[in-house]
């Protein structure tokens, strides 16, 4: 279908020729990050987006091995094609030389950190056998790791806003614009694991081990007090991402709930 393209309410999703996903507008919010005021969509993030692309290619390399399973081998075939297309323009694209990290939508600048997905999914379309993948997570870390999650855009960002506060309009406006989400800190860990399973080096994979257990110990005590504060035994929808580091948003989200589960079961 997205070969084909699909153009229902605006959404102008298709597979360019480089055999990556375009979607959008800048008037559509097709992506988790959805806030829109009016017609107005405060993170569009309308073209080649980051997330978007590692998932399609995770989607490609699950219907290859499931036509694998089943012995068609011309499906195999065809899906085995054009993941090896995606992924090798997916890397000659996306990746960020000046800030050491990939681009949230191609011809953006922006860190975010759904750029976590090329390294977390079942099939990471990033190339390991580089340092980009291990550039990517400390550039993730370093402008975006906050106490209950990830910040969604780094503070270095003129539209950064780092409290969620004020009316329907305010709250909107700074959604995805650097408040923390709690659900984030899944992906995160999980592209965590994948740059440490991919590490040759002895020393420097002890070191990632070290800071992995670090940051999951800081996350059971940081959702552990959470937990007794706003919605008391749950997880909010989102957090400012400086000061007091207050709840907003929904008081029991399922996702931020879901993931701090998993974080907690984490030996």
Request: hydrophobic share 35%.
């Amino acid at each position: 279908m997205f070969q084909k393209g699909i153009d229902i309410d605006d959404s102008n999703i298709y597979m360019d020729k480089d055999n990556l996903i375009s979607a959008g507008t800048e008037n559509t919010q097709l992506t988790w990050m959805d806030a829109k005021v009016s017609n107005f969509a405060v993170t569009p993030r309308n073209g080649k987006a980051v997330e978007i692309n590692a998932l399609w290619y995770n989607a490609l390399k699950t219907v290859e091995n499931l036509a694998k399973e089943f012995k068609d081998e011309k499906t195999q075939k065809e899906m085995a094609d054009l993941a090896k297309k995606v992924k090798n323009n997916f890397n000659k694209k996306f990746y960020d030389e000046k800030n050491k990290c990939l681009y949230d939508v191609l011809g953006s600048e922006e860190i975010r950190p759904n750029q976590l997905f090329a390294l977390s999914t079942t099939y990471p379309v990033m190339i390991l056998t580089n340092e980009k993948a291990k550039q990517v997570l400390k550039t993730v870390t370093k402008e975006l790791h906050t106490k209950y999650g990830l910040a969604t855009l780094s503070s270095k960002d003129k539209k950064y806003i780092a409290i969620y506060e004020g009316d329907s309009f305010k709250r909107d406006m700074s959604y995805h614009q650097g408040i923390t989400w709690p659900w984030l800190s899944g992906i995160y860990l999980a592209a965590f694991k994948t740059v440490i399973n991919n590490e040759k080096n002895k020393t420097e994979k002890k070191k990632l081990e070290e800071e992995y257990q670090k940051i999951v110990k800081n996350y059971k005590t940081n959702f552990t007090k959470a937990m007794k504060e706003c919605g008391i035994g749950t997880i909010s929808e989102v957090y400012d991402s400086k000061g007091a580091y207050l709840p907003g948003g929904c008081f029991a989200q399922g996702w931020s709930v879901s993931e701090t589960i998993k974080i907690m079961l984490e030996k």
